[in-house]
């Protein structure tokens, strides 16, 4: 087995395949339709019912196509190559699933993943996801706002941070007999930031159950974060006391901060954040600072954004 620090990792492990070799075609074909990509074709999901529209829509932007949606992941448990994790992480099963939130809160609770579609209403929302490299989609997400889970399991006054830990599958996931990142993959919010109204845990995306390739059966989504904030397959939510440590962060702390909100002034070691190519798109467009989600701008009042990046 091979174990190395993440000193070891090379960029080629972290950066789009198609960007190292200098695929330049790459996103262009996706544009004209992937006509040279094989997208899988899409099992057969599971249709979600009863859902309520979306208020939250991003005014003017069209929804990226669902083949890009599902084609086009970064699930790093499966593959570093983007392509790869559609036709890999069908093998995941999702049934039985539970959720366990635990920590300080008067009442933790696990609840199995059907209990947790019928949980509470069930809503679509159109947002925008911003990758750290470089890329966005806009995606129709339906899940129910995380503050409607963490009301219910009644935090402590002495919770200040949110840690959400994906699965860990051996049976399914070829890497994480690699020490890409350190398993299983985790992600933090203060909690002011988990119970932020915009912050949803998903359960599906085009009006049916989310694909595994996309974080089956529950992810989360924090849509003025950058895309790796947005822990896949959850099965543990934890409150704590304490920052908890993330899998990104712990592999190059002065590459991913703890809070990676989308800021197009504070760029990554190895990417601008000034602009963005939305996926299917050829022109780029401006990044706007937190993703274009300004409601979320009094969480940080007073913070150096440049510093607590
Ligand atoms: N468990 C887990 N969650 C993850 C990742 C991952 O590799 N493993 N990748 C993150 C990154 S970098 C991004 S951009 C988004 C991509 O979500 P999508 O494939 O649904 O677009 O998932 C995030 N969540
Ligand atoms: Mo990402």
């Known amino acids: 087995m ?29 544009a004209i339709g992937g006509a040279a990509l094989s997208f899988p074709a899409l099992a057969q999901a599971a249709k979600l019912p009863n859902v309520v529209a979306s208020q939250y829509k991003p005014a003017g932007e069209a929804n990226t196509p669902l083949k890009y949606v599902t084609g086009y992941n970064n699930y790093y448990e499966f593959s570093v190559d983007k392509e790869e994790p559609a036709s890999v992480a069908g093998k995941m099963k999702t049934r039985p699933w539970t ?103 998903a359960v599906g995306l085009y009006g049916e159950e989310l694909p595994n390739q996309n974080g089956a059966p529950i992810r989360l989504v924090v849509p003025w974060k950058y895309g790796f904030k947005s822990a896949k397959s959850i099965v543990r939510i934890r409150l704590t006391d304490k920052m908890p440590g993330t899998a990104w962060n712990k592999a190059a702390a002065n590459e991913y901060g703890f809070y990676s909100n989308v800021n197009p002034d504070v760029d990554h070691p190895r990417w601008s954040q000034g602009s963005e190519r939305r996926i299917g798109e050829l022109t780029k467009r401006k990044t706007l600072l937190f993703n274009g989600y300004n409601e979320v701008a009094p969480l940080y009042a007073g913070m150096d954004l440049k510093k607590n990046f």
């Not at 993440?6 to 198609?18: G, L, N, W």
């Not at 947790?116 to 159109?126: C, D, H």
């Open 2 to 30: 091979l174990i190395r620090k993440p000193s070891d990792i090379v960029p080629s492990e972290i950066t789009p395949r198609e960007l190292y070799e200098g695929r330049r075609e790459f996103l262009q074909t996706l």
């Open 99 to 201: 959720v366990s939130i635990e920590g300080l809160c008067a009442k933790p609770q696990t609840i199995a993943i059907d209990d947790l579609l019928k949980f509470a209403p069930l809503e679509e929302r159109i947002y925008r996801l911003r990758c750290v490299e470089g890329w966005s989609m806009v995606i129709p997400w339906i899940g129910f706002p995380l503050a409607t889970l963490l009301k219910r399991v009644e935090p402590l006054g002495s919770a200040k941070f949110v840690e959400f830990i994906s699965v860990a599958d051996k049976a399914s996931m070829p890497n994480l007999n690699r020490a890409i990142l350190d398993w299983p993959y985790t992600e933090g919010l203060r909690l002011d930031e988990a119970l932020h109204p915009l912050t949803l845990m």
